[in-house]
């Protein structure tokens, strides 16, 4: 009879690691015994591991149990993440380990959902990968009747809580979805949360803290250098930029808020004949994607990016991250800085604070906490105007409800949190949008849309406040995070 590997053989074996990181050993210790764990670890620093290793060593228990029970049903270990982007990325690098995984999600078309399907019900796949939103489909929801669920990971735990920096509505089900499949061991895990988020993940998934006990790896890295330069106008940050790149042998991320900003930098680059790579989200999906294996094949790149740069990103030897722009928050601050210096070598993360930034930051944070009063507008134009919005497209729309404000997002926030909360279907290309539901009341309640303003500009006034502090900028980011 074949033995069961022991974690530390499949993490030799498997991922060719010779010891665990941390409280790694510990956590998956407590999954392989059906016990739960929030984990708080740095992005790239092996939170995936903590739920691999136990399905590995789940599936081949099985295996052998099998051999002398009747059990028919196989068991299946479920990740559960927001980011379609990666998943692909994540299945494949498992697959190329010899880990029998896959994923279901939007971007697979219908005869490869079913094959999928199918295969899921046949017992195929140790690890799935699947978004909160596909436990929509009822038939996904039937095939999957077929397996036990021994095993549910919740990647980007922070989008479960209403307080976290990615709240997703339908991350919100995920502890119905929970007890859907019997109540399994659950590990939640995330890079970023506040004490207050913690709190929440734990609550929403039906669990106490005893329950499910907070792994916390900390944050500080102490390869990374933290600085904050007050800066006056664009021509200082550009002198910045350049500094950095003669300064520091290796590759470089310089994140911007906007792409006409982006822009503007990268023309005055190519004026002084310094090569770069620049990416944003108004490139097509094709352009990204070669941008992205430019920088993570080739050493000593330059990119400008905005923030739509990062998923996927996991290139050990980045050597300094710069921010030409106020990040919005703590958070978004900390996940960019984590993309530097994974080797563990120095590298550098600077921060140009320009007090102007920060209208653009507070105009953005307009935008993204859309009223009540705009909600009910725009769902009576997409029930009154469907066929003139799907004829004219996005441009019709938004001259109705700006007028000649062109500039204003509040439309686009407003059409994907209903497209969240399944209130539309809407798809850009072509442009299509149909009505599938009523305007959740959580959509327009005025106390709770005030509520998120306020901790959208607390969580402003954080960075801004970070940007002045005079004393040790890491114990400020501790603190932040309720970090003792």
């Known amino acids: ?213 907070i792994f916390h790896e900390g944050i500080e890295r102490p390869n990374l250098t933290l600085s904050v330069k007050e800066v006056w106008d664009d021509d200082e940050k550009l002198e910045l930029i350049i500094d950095q790149r003669a300064r520091v042998t290796g590759s470089g991320i310089v994140y911007f808020t906007l792409i ?26 094709r352009q990204r994607r070669q941008i992205q294996d430019s920088f993570m094949q080739q050493e000593g790149h330059l990119v400008l990016a905005t923030n739509a740069f990062g998923m996927g990103i996991d290139k050990e030897n980045i050597r300094y991250v710069l921010h030409a722009d106020l990040p919005g928050s703590m958070e978004s601050y900390y996940q960019e800085i984590g993309r530097a210096g994974r080797d563990g070598l120095p590298s550098e993360c600077l921060l140009m604070y320009d007090e102007r930034d920060l209208a653009t930051q507070m105009e953005f944070l307009q935008w993204s906490n859309p009223d009540a009063t705009f909600y009910k507008r725009v769902f009576y134009f997409l029930e009154h105007e469907t066929e003139k919005i799907n004829a004219f497209g996005m441009e019709w729309l938004r001259e109705k409800l700006h007028f000649k404000q062109k500039h204003d997002r509040r439309l686009e926030t407003t059409l994907a949190m209903m497209k969240r909360w399944a209130v539309i279907d809407w798809s850009t290309g072509p442009f299509h949008i149909e009505i599938t539901g009523d305007l959740d009341e959580e959509l327009f309640n005025e106390q709770r849309l005030a509520e998120k303003l306020k901790r959208d500009q607390k969580k402003l006034l954080a960075i801004v406040q970070y940007s002045k502090h005079d004393g040790d900028r890491k114990a400020f980011l501790l603190d932040y995070f309720g970090i003792k």
């Open 260 to 285: 006409r900003k982006l822009m503007e930098f990268s023309d005055h680059l190519w004026e002084r004949k310094i090569p770069h790579l620049v990416y944003h989200g108004d490139l097509d999906a």
């Open 1 to 213: 009879m074949s033995q069961v590997p022991t974690p530390l053989e499949v993490l030799k074996n498997c991922f060719g690691h010779d010891t665990f990181r941390g409280p790694q050993e510990d956590i998956i210790a407590r999954t392989i015994a059906g016990e739960h764990s929030l984990v708080l670890m740095p992005t790239g620093m092996g939170k995936s591991l903590c739920y691999q290793i136990p399905a590995i060593i789940s599936s081949q228990a099985a295996s052998v149990a099998r051999k002398s029970t009747n059990e028919q049903r196989v068991p299946l270990t479920l990740v559960v993440s927001p980011l379609i982007a990666l998943m692909k990325d994540q299945v494949d690098a498992l697959v190329a380990k010899g880990v029998w995984a896959s994923f279901v999600n939007s971007s697979l078309q219908r005869d490869e959902r079913l094959s999928r399907y199918a295969g899921i019900g046949n017992g195929d796949f140790d690890i799935l990968y699947v978004t909160p939103e596909r436990f929509r489909k009822s038939d996904f929801c039937e095939v999957l009747d077929k397996r036990e669920v021994v095993l549910m990971a919740i990647d980007e735990a922070h989008c479960i809580s209403q307080w976290g920096h990615d709240f997703r509505p339908d991350y919100t089900r995920v502890g119905e979805i929970r007890q859907s499949l019997g109540s399994p061991t659950t590990i939640a895990l995330t890079a970023t949360a506040t004490p207050e988020v913690q709190k929440d993940i734990v609550a929403q998934l039906g669990l106490s803290a005893q329950e499910m006990p």
